[in-house]
């Protein structure tokens, strides 16, 4: 028999064990990700169970009548084992509908997993969001290279790693995002944005996952002239943020960085740049989808569907 109750705090080892244990689930999704910055968000996350067993989690936050499965990741949705199936799902979603709408809850925005971070074929989410009537509401587009399949950089992009090289720049690990950080938040002033995270919450997040979240840097003698923060999600690899200072730029230090990058997790399955799409995937940043797509990467979809519950 399958239920759907709230999550507590103490059901947190339960909630990662099935995380662990899931088709679709990374690490953004555990609750020491999740719980950051749990103090700007009304939990509204729940757990199904089956004969008391949690076969499926649901990460998400209540703001009014609407629940976001999450407000605070990047993709949520129903994180499952294996235990659910098809018509399981079906199931699991009108239980859901079921409980949101007892509880004052009229709608969900749903922030389906893209299939790359899959690590088994879990979208039977989205046909149970079909069936319940869901529809598109948001579409932004990712970059990501396959990097078991053949793919190649452009010339002009090889020209650039080899120029970077020999200028004497260098790519090393750094356990300390301070410099990164103010280079970052430099970067972003000038689009009058910020970063998603704050110094001291990369620190927690970086304390917490260490293997995880990793920055790597471009230098030359000392002079930080870009860095990558990488998301390391076993098969795939996420370059959360990316900078470069002015000179960085002028040497293409990002495109060394980068292509190293590439190199060292050429192993893994996906390379993912993230999103190029800005005002809720209605506009394509030119600009920053060719500077991916010269490494090779190509497009996958971020979907959001509203449900009326």
């Not at 064990?17 to 689930?25: D, H, L, Q």
């Not at 690490?27 to 757990?47: E, P, Q, V």
């Not at 950080?181 to 001291?200: I, K, Q, Y």
């Not at 098969?235 to 980068?258: C, D, I, K, M, P």
Request: hydrophobic fraction near 40%; charged fraction near 25%; avoid cysteine.
């Amino acid at each position: 028999m399958l239920a759907v109750r709230p999550y507590r705090p103490t059901d947190a080892a339960t909630w990662d064990t099935v995380v662990a244990e899931s088709r679709n689930g990374v690490l953004l999704h555990r609750r020491a990700y999740m719980d950051y910055h749990a103090d700007r968000f009304t939990d509204g996350s729940l757990i199904v169970e089956r004969n008391g067993v949690a076969v499926a989690v649901l990460p998400a936050n209540v703001q009014g009548g609407t629940a976001v499965s999450h407000g605070g990741l990047t993709y949520g949705g129903l994180i499952s084992t294996s235990a659910l199936r098809a018509e399981s799902t079906l199931e699991v979603f009108g239980k859901i509908a079921g409980f949101y709408r007892s509880n004052g809850i009229d709608r969900l925005i749903y922030k389906a997993v893209p299939h790359i971070f899959h690590g088994y074929p879990a979208e039977e989410d989205l046909y149970a969001l079909h069936r319940s009537g869901a529809r598109l509401r948001r579409r932004d587009i990712a970059s990501v290279i396959a990097l078991r399949e053949p793919f190649r950089f452009t010339d002009e992009r090889r020209r650039a790693v080899n120029k970077a090289r020999d200028a004497g720049i260098h790519v090393q690990s750094n356990a300390d995002p301070a410099s990164f950080h103010a280079l970052l938040t430099e970067v972003l002033r000038r689009h009058d944005a910020v970063p998603t995270h704050r110094l001291d919450e990369l620190r927690l997040l970086q304390s917490r996952f260490p293997e995880h979240i990793v920055l790597y840097e471009a230098r030359r003698d000392d002079e930080l002239l870009a860095g990558a923060v990488l998301y390391d999600f076993g098969r795939v690899v996420h370059t959360q943020y990316l900078a470069a200072s002015e000179e960085g730029r002028r040497l293409n230090a990002l495109s060394l960085l980068l292509a190293e990058l590439i190199d060292r997790y050429a192993g893994r399955h996906y390379f993912s740049f993230g999103i190029s799409t800005e005002q809720e995937g209605q506009v394509l940043n030119g600009g920053l989808v060719a500077q991916k797509e010269y490494f090779g990467a190509r497009g996958i979809a971020h979907d959001f569907y509203e449900w009326v519950l």
